[in-house]
């Protein structure tokens, strides 16, 4: 844990983030008048959504969906 004052978290921002991403801070404070005021944290990694089968039991296909592929077809003239 370190505490900076404003000016010089403007002035070095990259370099604090850095520092907590490389770990060697866990939080910054940032300091007003020699007051903590703020801190600044790494934002949590989100877990990435599970895409696939995320409709699962969502909805039931129709038993007549391959019908359909005969209908399109002849309405192109027999070929698709």
């Not at 949590?44 to 007549?64: H, L, N, S, T």
Request: aromatic content about 6%; overall charge negative; hydrophobic content about 45%.
């Amino acid at each position: 844990m370190i505490q900076v004052n404003m000016l010089e978290a403007k002035t070095e921002l990259s370099k604090l983030i850095k520092m907590l991403e490389t770990e060697q801070e866990e939080i910054i404070y940032l300091a007003r008048n020699g007051h903590a005021v703020a801190q600044i944290t790494l934002v949590p990694p989100q877990k990435a959504a599970d895409r696939i089968g995320a409709a699962e039991g969502k909805f039931k296909v129709p038993d007549e969906f391959d019908a359909w592929d005969k209908e399109v077809e002849e309405m192109f003239g027999g070929e698709i």
